[in-house]
């Protein structure tokens, strides 16, 4: 038997007696019996397994963001990047005068903002020698109050706090933030917006306008010109987007997106800057030694191009809250009875239909009984023997009643509105007045004959030019304009038309209106201080009862006096009102010394030399016989081209005669009530008071 056997069979020794166990089991056995879990190998399984499962979503994911979606994404966290969208402002459109002189633009400026978390980061400014840096909010405040002249404790206030976006400043120039942008200030920054300045002044303020505080001019935030073209002149405005950090700094070369701005169009209009300012200091002085109310000043050619549209009061573009600011356009907006500039009208009417000639005589009394009224002049008189250029002449009213009744009150009517009465000018400035004018079926009996002289209407100053402007012109009556072309971006360039003309009278009756006119500034005239030396002048005063809404009733005068010149080649006329002067009030002798000046100046600029010959008159009186030898004129009192020697304008001499008194200067007018309008028209009905 080999040792094996003997090993297996021999007897084992027995346990001591005890408690019975079961079969023994094997350990492979035993550890098959144990939880999955428990067993290390499957554990491992396991863990192998779900890490294998989320680094295949991983590889998953990866492959849609860097292969299926990978446009998309990228798309997204750029536009993360980029943040919001930056409205670029569009420049808008200028306004310039005949010459290309600005008199509205636009200029950039500069809003300075700040990001409150970004100013602490702030390092300071390096220190002078002896002192300390200071850094942060503090330091940030000291740095901006000198440059930005506020306060440093009310900039620390500002820089103080929690907020991404806080105004320092607005409106600074461009020079400004670049001194703030040297201090390389955490979190300061600059956002361009475009402000709108005004160089002409107050002389071109109402008439120009304004814009809002958005720099357009809608919505009832602006006027004058800038509304009323506020669609041409306002530009596109662009877009801008950069890449930015999570902490709102731009990315250094990061992307950006930018749609350019397209300005808007700018505008050239007829005005003259320089004319503009000399007539709003010559009717500014005026006003001033009236003690008038208002004053306003309008010069246009004869093919009614406006050159200056001026007042008096105005106001300042730069400060609009100051006091006696007026904001209305008084020469488009401002109503008032013309008075005697209108008998150029009646009288017109007259000569056109054949009623009357300019030599036609007429016994002119002291009294006049018309609709049961006694009409008067200006004067009293004793019956005067006048011919219809010497009822012009001395501006009669019972004259001008004789020669326009003749006329029927329709056809009367008719060419007053011919000449532009009762209707807005043609310009479309915004809130203009048509000026007030009954239908002549509406006429009552005494408003048939006031209105010859000038009262039972009403005008505005741009009418009261038109009138002359028609007469100057031939007789073809061309609506006045303000815009002569629009400039592109590009810098070309779009004409705009003249209106088309109408015939309002004859050549003929032109020219004999124009000789008429002559005498007014004559020697027997109402207005020698209109006069210019050298220079033929046409013109005619009006000094009207002022009708005050504010009380009801008629209480003081509008002067007035409207020409051209030179008288026989017309080019230019003038139109010079005064509302309700105290210290004198007639139109020759208040607003004639304005005319004499504007003109003379307007000659002078343009360089209209003059024609050197005179018109014989007409003669004023009955029986008088026309001058056959009429004085020439000396070219040595106006240089060539209607400048002194020196080139320089000047006011030139004025040929004033004063030995005696015209009839406008000495008469007294006699006392007289006036009853109220009888309609909201304004116009006179009772004729009791002269107009001159």
């Known amino acids: ?39 290390p190998r499957a554990r491992v399984r396991v863990m192998f397994l779900a890490v294998l499962f989320v680094f295949t979503l991983f590889a998953a994911q990866l492959v849609r963001l860097q292969a299926i979606d990978a446009r998309e994404v990228a798309e997204q966290a750029r536009d993360l990047r980029m943040g919001t969208e930056t409205t670029i402002p569009a420049k808008r459109g200028a306004m310039l005068d005949r010459d290309g002189v ?39 405040a000291a740095a901006l109050a000198p440059i930005l002249k506020q306060d440093e404790a009310t900039l620390k206030e500002k820089l103080t706090g929690e907020r991404r976006w806080i105004q320092l400043s607005l409106g600074q120039e461009p020079s400004v933030w670049r001194q703030v942008q040297a201090l390389r200030i955490d979190g300061i920054a600059s956002e361009q917006v475009s402000r709108r300045v005004y160089p002409a002044g107050a002389p071109l303020a109402p008439v120009l306008g304004w814009v ?127 008075g005697s500039t209108a008998k150029v009208m009646s009288l017109g009417a007259a000569l056109d239909t054949g009623a009357v000639t300019p030599t036609t005589g007429f016994t002119v009394p002291n009294r006049l009984t018309r609709a049961d009224r006694s009409f008067r002049d200006s004067h009293d008189h004793p019956t005067l023997q006048l011919t219809t250029a010497g009822v012009l002449a001395q501006s009669s009213n019972i004259g001008t009643l004789l020669a326009a009744e003749k006329v029927d009150p329709a056809t009367l009517e008719k060419y007053y509105r011919s000449f532009g009465l009762g209707q807005r000018s043609g310009v479309g400035f915004p809130g203009e007045s048509s000026g007030l004018i009954k239908p002549s079926a509406k006429w009552d009996a005494a408003q048939r004959y006031t209105v010859m002289f000038g009262q039972g209407m009403s005008v505005t100053a741009i009418q009261d030019a038109g009138v002359f402007q028609t007469i100057a012109n031939g007789g073809v009556r061309i ?130 030399p003059p024609t050197g010959v005179q018109r014989t008159p007409f003669p004023l009186k009955v029986g008088e016989k026309p001058a056959t030898d009429p004085e020439k004129v000396d070219p040595s009192l106006i240089g060539p081209g209607g400048t002194s020697g020196s080139g320089t304008p000047t006011a030139p001499r004025v040929a004033v005669t004063t030995s005696a008194p015209t009839a406008e200067s000495s008469g007294t007018q006699s006392q007289g009530t006036r009853t109220p309008p009888s309609s909201a028209t304004g116009g006179a009905t009772a004729g009791a008071s002269g107009t001159r």
């Open 1 to 39: 038997m080999s040792p094996s056997d003997r090993r297996s069979s021999a007897p084992r020794p027995q346990r001591a007696a005890g408690p019975q166990r079961g079969p023994a089991r094997s350990p492979r056995s035993r550890i098959a019996d144990k939880p999955l879990l428990v067993n």
């Open 102 to 140: 600005t008199l509205a633009g636009s200029v950039e400026r500069r809003d300075i903002v700040a990001d409150q978390t970004q100013v602490p980061d702030f390092k300071g400014l390096d220190p002078k020698p002896g002192e300390q840096r200071v850094g942060g909010v503090d330091g940030a």
């Open 212 to 338: 809002g505080s958005d720099g357009e001019a809608r919505g009832g935030s602006g006027g004058g010109l800038e509304l009323l073209f506020n669609e041409t002149l306002t530009g596109t405005p662009g877009k801008s987007r950069v890449e930015r950090s999570a902490d709102n700094r731009v990315i250094p070369m990061g992307e950006s997106e930018v749609t350019p701005a397209v300005p808007g169009q700018s505008l050239q209009l007829s005005l003259d800057n320089d004319l503009s300012w000399y007539a709003y200091n010559a009717i500014a002085d005026r006003v001033k030694a009236t003690d008038a109310d208002s004053g306003t000043v309008v010069v246009m050619d004869t093919k009614g191009r406006l050159r200056a549209v001026t007042q008096f009061p105005s106001f300042d573009p730069t400060d609009r809250n100051a006091k006696g600011s007026e904001f209305s356009s008084l020469p488009f907006q401002q109503v008032f009875e013309p």
């Open 479 to 608: 609506p006045p304009t303000l815009v002569e072309g629009v400039k592109n971006a590009d810098g070309s360039s779009t004409p705009q038309p003249l209106p088309e003309g109408t015939r309002v009278i004859s050549e003929q009756t032109a020219t004999d209106l124009s000789v008429m006119l002559e005498s007014v500034v004559g020697e027997s005239g109402t207005a020698q201080q209109a006069a210019i030396a050298g220079i033929p002048v046409a013109g005619k005063t009006g000094t009207a009862e002022r009708y005050d809404p504010t009380v009801g009733r008629y209480q003081g005068y509008t002067a007035s006096f409207v020409g051209f010149a030179p008288a026989d080649k017309p080019e230019l006329v003038v139109a010079v009102i005064l509302q309700n002067p105290k210290k004198g009030y007639y139109g020759g002798t208040t607003a004639g010394p304005v005319f004499q000046q504007v003109m003379s100046y307007a000659l002078q600029k343009y360089g209209i």
